[in-house]
């Protein structure tokens, strides 16, 4: 599998939480990522995540004036968000509980 | 518009995202709000040392359709584009031919003309979408825009040979219905001209046809008013587009 397709569905999750913890705007989002550890992650693969995301009304976006460069554009959760940020927590808890079981009791053997 | 310096490789990026997504037949609207939202991302990035491929990856083209994915394509829009350019198309042959008499069309030349509005459009779209998406030099777009336009020209030689080579059911306007329809073209041209804010649909046919037409009244040769109508078309778009360009360059500073 390559990382591509294995990011896919972590970083909706990923930003639907940066977002959760403040309204923010896409270039922040993508530091933010950056400094999880996200690098691999090119910055504009967050753009049509975020399309899609506000396309199924799980974010809202305004447009505000910027102090130093063009207008940016802030993404806040809707009430759709939050309850897809808690099932991708669920699932996320389910998954890696798996994986971690295969790996202790499968290759670590 | 507030106007923010990206550096000319990203600029060129936007640019051609722009085209690829309208040429993809998506909204307006929505190609304006991505294009900014990528525009201040670059904007921001640049001043802080990135470069476009930390941003974009290492394909243009695949980012480019991942964000054309996202986006609906507008059909409603491009129901309204098509018998635009279909009737552009026609008001340019019935300008000419009422400035010489009556109407009066084969099936041939009005399914023929037709045809070539629509592979016309398909295949300048496709061209558009091909030269945006793998980012080409400008000579590589105008040798590929090129080669369309010299491609329809031969089509529109077919036509005009396969209408006087088969005899096809002709349609006579007549004096009242070459007028009617000279009528309803014309409000078609001055509706088109408001709507889309441009005066470049008139100023084409009075291009071609004026010079045609104010020379019948001079003592000019046939010959000489052929060259002489040629020439002032060409000085009269050439003029056009130099100060559209002009007017383009000065509104971006």
């Given at each position: 599998m390559s990382h591509t397709?294995?990011?896919?569905?972590?970083?909706?999750?990923?930003?639907?939480?940066?977002?959760?913890?403040?309204?923010?705007?896409?270039?922040?989002?993508?530091?933010?990522?950056?400094?999880?550890?996200?690098?691999?992650?090119?910055?504009?693969?967050?753009?049509?995540?975020?399309?899609?995301?506000?396309?199924?009304?799980?974010?809202?976006?305004?447009?505000?004036?910027?102090?130093?460069?063009?207008?940016?554009?802030?993404?806040?959760?809707?009430?759709?968000?939050?309850?897809?940020?808690?099932?991708?927590?669920?699932?996320?808890?389910?998954?890696?509980?798996?994986?971690?079981?295969?790996?202790t009791q499968e290759i670590k053997k | 518009m507030d106007h923010f310096t990206l550096s000319e490789k990203s600029q060129k990026f936007i640019d051609d995202l722009r085209i690829y997504l309208f040429s993809s037949g998506k909204n307006d609207k929505e190609i304006n709000e991505i294009t900014e939202e990528l525009e201040a991302h670059i904007y921001e990035a640049e001043i802080n040392n990135k470069s476009i491929e930390q941003i974009i990856g290492a394909s243009p083209k695949q980012y480019m359709q991942s964000i054309s994915q996202e986006m609906k394509t507008d059909i409603h829009s491009w129901m309204l584009y098509i018998p635009l350019i279909i009737i552009g198309a026609f008001s340019f042959s019935v300008f000419g031919d009422l400035l010489q008499g009556t109407l009066s069309y084969s099936i041939i030349i009005i399914t023929g003309t037709i045809l070539y509005s629509l592979l016309f459009t398909a295949s300048v779209f496709t061209a558009f979408r091909y030269i945006a998406k793998n980012q080409l030099s400008r000579i590589k777009e105008l040798l590929i825009l090129g080669?369309?336009?010299?491609?329809?020209?031969?089509?529109?030689?077919?036509?005009?040979?396969?209408?006087?080579?088969?005899?096809?059911?002709?349609?006579?306007?007549?004096?009242?219905?070459?007028?009617?329809?000279?009528?309803?073209?014309?409000?078609?041209?001055?509706?088109?001209?408001?709507?889309?804010?441009?005066?470049?649909?008139?100023?084409?046919?009075?291009?071609?046809?004026?010079?045609?037409?104010?020379?019948?009244?001079?003592?000019f040769q046939e010959e000489s008013q052929l060259a002489i109508s040629i020439t002032v078309t060409y000085i009269f778009i050439a003029g056009y587009l130099f100060y559209v360009v002009r007017k383009e360059k000065r509104s971006s500073e």
């Open positions: 397709q294995m990011m896919k569905g972590i970083l909706d999750g990923c930003l639907l939480g940066i977002i959760k913890g403040k309204e923010t705007y896409g270039y922040e989002m993508a530091e933010r990522l950056s400094n999880y550890g996200f690098s691999a992650v090119s910055e504009g693969t967050i753009y049509p995540i975020l399309m899609r995301m506000q396309r199924e009304g799980l974010v809202t976006s305004v447009r505000k004036e910027s102090t130093a460069g063009p207008k940016r554009k802030y993404y806040s959760l809707t009430i759709k968000g939050e309850q897809a940020l808690e099932d991708f927590l669920i699932r996320w808890k389910q998954l890696e509980e798996n994986v971690n079981a295969v790996i | 080669s369309v336009v010299v491609l329809s020209l031969f089509f529109i030689f077919g036509i005009i040979i396969a209408d006087s080579f088969y005899n096809s059911p002709t349609i006579n306007f007549g004096i009242i219905g070459s007028i009617f329809t000279g009528l309803i073209f014309f409000s078609f041209i001055i509706t088109f001209s408001i709507w889309s804010k441009t005066v470049v649909l008139p100023l084409f046919l009075a291009a071609i046809h004026l010079p045609d037409l104010l020379l019948r009244y001079t003592s």
